[in-house]
């Protein structure tokens, strides 16, 4: 049970990740009604934006842990929505009314220009960094050795990504922005006619899913230490699973899904094969899809004739 309960609090973790990735692709999914496959990369952008940002503050001798994780959190923020907002712009707006593959197309071909552009511009070498936040509680020890630890760093990860779940559901649900968006959601010609800036509602709602993007990308660095550019891909399909699996277009059905991914994934290793955790997870899909085709918790979409 010591160990059942270790993974626990890894899957967790992992699936946190996973959950605040995801909940940009259901975001996007929502209002556009398609998929954002660059949104990976934007995770990854993310996570190297704030390994250059800790570095350049450190290089000026700040030392006050508090701070540089505030700086660097709106920094990449910060730079990352612009990121979004600049698929958007160039990958999306043009396409918009063509058929339903070219969107899609084109957000492939940015995923690779952004990978391949990270490649180059920051090398191919996996880029470490020391340990930040340190410390932790033991919550409990076994009578043959085996401690059972949470650390500071995942309670962080688990808290933010509640914290933020909460404010994306409050801004979706109860803001004007949040309206705009399920309006543009039901139909955006009749949403322009209501007066809905209908080019700015989908935009913020690129910013919006870049800079969580950029938040999973700063708990990554922070949790494993470290970035590479390939990085983005992996993750982006694991968070991509993970809105499917929920109900793509649900912000809690995003999360669960991603806690599923990350328990899966966990689990699997820790009791069976590393190698074949991904295989069990996309396994776990398929049967879910098969009984419950929207999802977890998904909506049956109804078309209005």
Known sequence: MDYFAQQLINGLVLGSIYGLIAIGYTMVYGIVGMINFAHGDIFMIGGFIALITFLILISFGLTAIPVILLMVLLVSMAIT???GWTIERIAYRPLRHSFRLAPML????MSFVLTNYSQVTQGARVKPI????????TLHESPDGFVIQLSNIQIMVVITTIVLLAIFTWLVSRTRLGR?????EQDQ??????????????SMTFVIG??????????YLLYYG???FFMGFVAGIKAFTAAVLGGIGSLPGAMLGGLAIGLIETFWSAYFSVEYKDVAAFSILIVVLIFMPTGLLGRPEVEKV
Do not use: E
Not at 106 to 109: D, E, N, Q, T
């Open 81 to 83: 929505a612009l990121y």
């Open 106 to 109: 084109s957000a492939i071909g």
């Open 130 to 137: 020391p340990p930040f936040i340190t410390g932790g509680y």
């Open 180 to 184: 705009d968006m399920r309006a543009c």
């Open 189 to 202: 010609t009749m949403a322009a006619l209501l007066g809905v800036n209908v080019d700015r509602t989908i």
């Open 210 to 219: 870049a800079a969580l993007a950029a938040v999973a990308g700063l708990m």
């Open 226 to 228: 470290l970035v590479d």
